[in-house]
C-alpha cells in the first residue's frame, strides 16, 4: 500500500484569476454530499455553496478605490449565488464561483492520484 501523507495538504494553493490571486484548498471527502468520478460531480446550490464557502480561503484583491476587499462570508455569498467576476480562462469565459470549485476538484484528484500505487 501507498500511503504518502506528506502530499496532501489541507492548506490550499493560490492561483490567479484575471486580477485576482486567490488561495484555494481541496474539499475533502468528509465533507462531500456527493462524490467526485472521473473529474465530475453534480452537486445542489446549498452544497455548491458550503464547498466555494469552505474552499476558497483568501484572497489578494483591490477594489475600485484601490484598497484590499475583505473576503467576508457575505461578500462569497453573493460572488456565488450571482455568480459574479468573469474571467476568460484558456479562451472561455468563466466565474469566480466556477473557476474555485474547479480548481479545488482538481486539487483533490491531484492528491488522490498521488497515493495510487
Known sequence: MNLNL????YDGRWFEFDDVR???RPYP????SFMIKDGNAIIAGEYGLEKFMYCLMAWEWLDAEKKAAELTKEVKQKIYDFRLGKATIDGE????SDFVTNKADELFIEASANQKN
Do not use: Q, T, W
Open 6 to 9: 506528506e502530499n496532501v495538504s
Open 22 to 24: 486567490l488561495k484555494i
Open 29 to 32: 471527502a468528509s465533507k462531500m
Open 93 to 96: 469565459e468563466i466565474s469566480l
